[in-house]
C-alpha cells in the first residue's frame, strides 16, 4: 500500500473534538521517548508530520493525521516521562483511556516499545489496556539500527516475556533511521483496516 497523502487534521483533548466522520483509526501509543514522532513521520514519509521533540513527552493532545483521506493515525501522549508531576502524568493517563473506551472508528493499536531495554510496568499496563478494550494491537520495537543480530534475540525474548505475548502475536522490529522494511510494514499496519 502506497502512503500518498498525510495532513495534520486536529489536536484534541475532549471526544467532541475528535474527528466524526466515520474514517477507520490506527492510533500509535508509547513511551514519551520510544521515537513515535520518528516512527510517524518515516512510515508516512513526512520529515516534519508529526513534531519531533527533543524534550521527551512534548505530545500532551491526541493528534490525528487523515492519510490517503480514507482513514486516520492517531498520535496519543506519550507516558512515563519523570519529569513531569503526578498530576500531569494522570491526565494523560485519562486522555488515553477517554480515547480507547468505545471509540468505533479505532481498528488497530501500535504499542511501540524501545528494543534496548525491557518494557516498564507503564508498557505493560498499556498492552493490557488495549487487550481489555478489544483492539487489535501490533506491538513495535523502535531503535532496532541501535542494537546487534547476537542483541536481537535477546531482545525478542525479554520483550515477548515482559508483555506475555503469544506465540502467534508478531513483534515487529523498525528503525526510523534506516527504514528497513517500511514498506512491508505499512502494509502490515494500514491494508487491512477497512476489513477489521
Request: net charge positive; aromatic share 10%.
Amino acid at each position: 500500500m502506497r502512503i500518498k497523502t498525510s495532513e495534520f487534521i486536529i489536536s484534541a483533548v475532549k471526544r467532541e473534538q475528535y474527528p466524526n466522520d466515520g474514517f477507520p483509526e490506527i492510533a500509535f501509543v508509547g513511551r514519551s521517548n520510544v521515537g513515535k514522532s520518528s516512527i510517524i513521520n518515516s512510515l508516512t514519509n513526512r520529515n516534519k508530520l508529526a513534531k519531533v521533540s527533543q524534550t521527551p513527552g512534548k505530545t500532551r493532545l491526541i493528534n490525528f493525521f487523515l492519510l490517503n483521506s480514507e482513514f486516520y493515525l492517531v498520535d496519543l501522549p506519550g507516558y512515563g516521562y519523570a519529569k513531569v508531576s503526578k498530576k500531569e502524568k494522570e491526565s494523560w493517563g485519562t486522555f488515553i483511556e477517554r480515547y480507547l473506551t468505545n471509540r468505533e472508528p479505532l481498528k488497530k493499536v501500535v504499542l511501540l516499545v524501545d528494543c534496548r531495554h525491557k518494557p516498564t510496568a507503564d508498557d505493560v499496563q498499556m498492552y493490557n489496556w488495549i487487550k481489555h478494550y478489544g483492539y487489535n494491537i501490533v506491538v513495535i520495537a523502535t531503535k532496532s539500527d541501535k542494537i546487534s543480530n547476537n542483541e536481537l534475540a535477546k531482545s525478542k525474548k525479554l520483550i515477548r516475556e515482559t508483555l506475555g505475548l503469544k506465540k502467534e502475536e508478531p513483534l515487529y522490529y523498525f528503525s526510523s533511521l534506516n527504514k528497513k522494511g517500511r514498506d512491508e510494514l505499512v502494509d502490515i499496519l494500514f491494508e487491512d483496516l477497512n476489513e477489521i
